[in-house]
């Protein structure tokens, strides 16, 4: 293997292990509404609990209070500072909350289990999250916190996590989403991770390596060397296993890449071309485009007896296929029409439905995790869209333009959008994520040049 840092802070961490305790501590949640009901009781009995209604276009942000967690001192209290600024970080960048400036809490060492709601309600806080770090006598941290709601005095949730000190940045990500789940509804997307290919050196000898970080930038580890080109990686949805393609000694080869072990086997050495290998939904096939002369045609092929069955037969170039979360449909990109569009077929090839008809082409479509939509490349009038619409073809907005972007890839909660883009010249390509609304576009650092990214499902 040769990234020998790849599972030190993954390996062995798993959320049914770090959730075994979280259960019974998440359902005190409710028992403590009744205990601070009394605290407000005007509010407890006229306002419904604190939510975030995220259907609508244009969400105003909560304003939530993030006040540092207890952990006794040294090491344990600068985790504890860190577990809290991550967590604010993650909150922060989904756009859906507004963490108040610490410099403004009047209560500035709340209570675990007993905060001065009066003292929160004066800095407008809606949601407040305590939390603490306590070291166990076997040299792990239980990591806990509790989510309240301001106005109403009462206990929303609350859950702890047991594990080794290394692995407090991760803890940090699923406290993140607890929050952002209770909150909005939906699950979250912070606990994940992204596939893409770093880029260093000048633009005429651009290395290319396979990297892999948390979705907010931290821990990016180097999967491959940059000895050989390499391109489209894209995760499994079910496991943590990447398909990319790599040009080594000049064949195209499509590779299969366990993350956690370093285990890399080629999936088949195809004659020509080979484009876009992505996993169907069961992670049990690899959908890819292969290039025959002049054309090129979808294939799947089955990973466990290698068998291929052809899915299109036509005197165009067919690319870029993706799965609907159901396994039923199949999203690709044809020039069958004169030049690059979107159409729907089912999974096992036939008749294909073109539902792109803007003005400009049409690339790289995804289909979303929650089903719905369909994100797109669009270039067309000197620029690059990045794009989605419903997948009937209705509906179509593009979230943001420039030159050049390209390669949405969705967060598994469909809420979010990560893309790269190019500004041209000597600079080379960044990655970005943007709200399906259009809203909170942000970019994503990087230690060097990046692009081609794919999310990961949330960690097992």
């Not at 949640?29 to 276009?57: E, K, M, W």
């Not at 050196?201 to 000895?227: C, I, P, S």
């Not at 294909?352 to 008809?357: G, L």
Request: glycine share 12%.
């Amino acid at each position: 293997m040769f990234d020998n840092e790849l599972t030190r802070a993954q390996k062995g961490l798993t959320r049914r292990g770090l959730l075994a305790g979280a259960a019974a501590f998440g359902s005190l949640a409710g028992s403590f509404s009744g205990i601070f009901s009394g605290v407000a009781p005007a509010f407890a009995q006229q306002r419904a609990p604190l939510r975030l209604d995220i259907t609508q276009g244009n969400v105003q942000p909560i304003p939530i209070a993030l006040p540092d967690f207890s952990g006794g001192s040294g090491a344990d209290a600068e985790m504890a500072r860190n577990v809290t600024g991550v967590v604010t970080a993650d909150l922060r960048r989904s756009g859906l909350f507004a963490p108040i400036d610490p410099a403004a809490f009047i209560e500035k060492n709340p209570s675990f289990d007993a905060p001065r709601f009066p003292d929160w309600r004066a800095v407008n806080a809606q949601g407040l999250v305590t939390g603490r770090i306590a070291r166990q006598g076997d040299g792990r941290v239980q990591a806990a916190f509790r989510l309240w709601d301001v106005f109403g005095g009462t206990a929303l949730d609350g859950k702890q996590y047991v594990t080794t000190p290394d692995n407090w940045r991760r803890i940090s990500h699923i406290i993140a989403d607890a929050i952002y789940e209770r909150l909005t509804g939906e699950k979250g997307y912070f606990d994940t991770r992204i596939v893409f290919i770093d880029e260093t050196g000048a633009k005429e000898r651009r290395v290319k390596r396979l990297a892999l970080m948390d979705q907010d930038g931290a821990n990016v580890r180097y999967l491959t060397r940059g000895d050989d080109l390499v391109l489209t990686p894209r995760f499994s949805p079910s496991t943590q296993e990447i398909t990319y393609m790599s040009f080594g000694q000049g064949d195209p080869r499509v590779y299969l890449l366990n993350v956690e072990t370093g285990q890399r086997e080629v999936v088949g050495n195809f004659p020509g071309m080979t484009f876009a290998p992505r996993f169907s939904p069961d992670g049990q096939r690899v959908i890819m485009s292969l290039q025959q002369g002049g054309n090129a045609n979808i294939f799947t092929m089955d990973l466990r007896s290698r068998a291929t069955t052809r899915l299109t037969d036509a005197a165009a170039i067919d690319t870029a296929p993706s799965y609907s979360p159901d396994g039923t449909r199949i999203c690709f990109e044809s020039d069958r029409g004169g030049k690059p569009q979107i159409y729907v077929m089912g999974a096992g090839g036939g008749a294909a439905q073109r539902i792109s008809f803007g003005e400009g082409s049409y690339s790289t479509p995804v289909w979303s995790p929650r089903g719905d939509t369909i994100a797109f490349t669009k270039q067309g009038g000197g620029g690059f869209g990045i794009g989605i619409m419903k997948i009937d073809g209705q509906g179509e907005r593009i979230l943001t333009e420039g030159y050049h972007n390209e390669g949405p890839t969705f967060a598994p909660n469909g809420r979010v959008l990560m893309f790269f883009r190019d500004p041209g010249g000597n600079a080379g390509p960044s990655l970005y994520t943007i709200d399906i609304t259009g809203r909170n576009e942000q970019k994503v650092p990087t230690p060097s040049y990046a692009s081609d990214p794919a999310w990961s499902p949330l960690l097992s």
